[in-house]
């Protein structure tokens, strides 16, 4: 069995499967399709019927909700980073250098739980979190590169929300504590800080993983030398039924959790316990038509 099961990974892993089972995204990027067997509708793309019925659903309350968080994220992470640089002393360089790859770790893991929770489980239906944080993993599985024409804020917006709140505890401490207590905690205060900065970057890097033109150099310098999540890497979660490397933000914590299995056991474990079905909505939604 284990044999089979690593078998399988091998053939996922093929990048001409991967070209032939996931969406060619380099179209550029109009996400034209050849019709499916099946009912002779489109797979994917902005013309799918569900896709069409989940960009629909996008509302004003939500792009407020962006807008504020955006507006909230970026002073506070510039007032964390301006107190660090205040209280920076040079023999805290290495714990400085550790906390940054470990903040880097971190959030690539917090990506691809995130990202694993949204896509496998819950549906639209669900109470404010269905259509306001669901619906775009939703969409995302049947039109791809709509994300790649979504603006900076609704890109953007739902990742800085998260780090919201672990910013301003991080001020409110920069701002009452003693410059002894603050040393005391400093590398782990770069820590938090840097989970959060990439945390709030991950979406934006994601949003570059389906980009296939324009991009500037220094992105794809750093796409291809596999600093932040590379498009092809990124593309072997794209193939249906999208069960596998959820992380996205460098991508690097997805090597280990596949090696392990992390999330089919996670998922088996979640099943046996309360029977939910992984990604029965998502496959509902893919299976729409007009």
């Known amino acids: 069995m284990a044999a089979s099961e690593s078998e399988g990974a ?100 917090f990506s691809g739980l995130v990202h694993w929770g949204a896509d496998t489980w819950g549906s639209i239906d669900v109470p404010v979190v269905g259509k306001n944080f669901l619906r775009p993993f939703r969409e995302h599985h049947i039109d791809p590169t709509a994300i790649t024409r979504h603006d900076f804020i609704e890109t953007n917006g739902d990742n800085c929300l998260l780090t919201v709140l672990p910013l301003a505890y991080q001020v409110y401490k920069f701002v009452t504590l003693s410059p002894q207590e603050i040393h005391n905690t400093y590398t782990w205060e770069c820590f938090i800080f840097f989970v959060a900065f990439f ?55 997805n090597y280990p959790l596949e090696i392990v299995n992390f999330w089919s056991r996670f998922e088996e474990l979640i099943t046996a316990v309360t029977g939910a079905k992984p990604r029965a909505d998502d496959m509902m939604w893919a299976k729409k038509s007009d």
Not at 73 to 83: D, H, I, N, W
Not at 204 to 231: A, C, E, M, N
Request: with cysteine.
């Open 199 to 253: 945390v709030m970057l991950t979406n934006q890097i994601h949003k570059w993983s389906h980009t296939y033109f324009g991009l500037p150099r220094w992105v794809t310098f750093l796409q291809d030398y596999h600093l932040i999540l590379p498009r092809r890497h990124h593309r072997i979660h794209h193939v249906s039924p999208h069960e596998t490397y959820y992380c996205i933000t460098t991508g690097w914590v």
């Open 10 to 109: 091998a053939v996922a892993d093929h990048p001409e499967y991967i070209q032939q089972n996931s969406m060619p995204e380099d179209d550029p990027n109009k996400n034209e399709q050849p019709l499916s067997v099946e009912g002779n509708q489109r797979r994917w793309g902005p013309q799918h019927a569900g896709a069409k019925e989940l960009a629909n659903l996008y509302s004003g309350g939500k792009r407020l909700q962006e807008i504020l968080s955006v507006g909230m994220c970026f002073p506070l992470l510039a007032a964390t980073f301006g107190f660090l640089c205040y209280h920076f002393q040079w023999d805290n360089s290495l714990a400085i250098l550790l906390s940054a790859v470990a903040g880097i770790v971190t959030a690539d893991f």
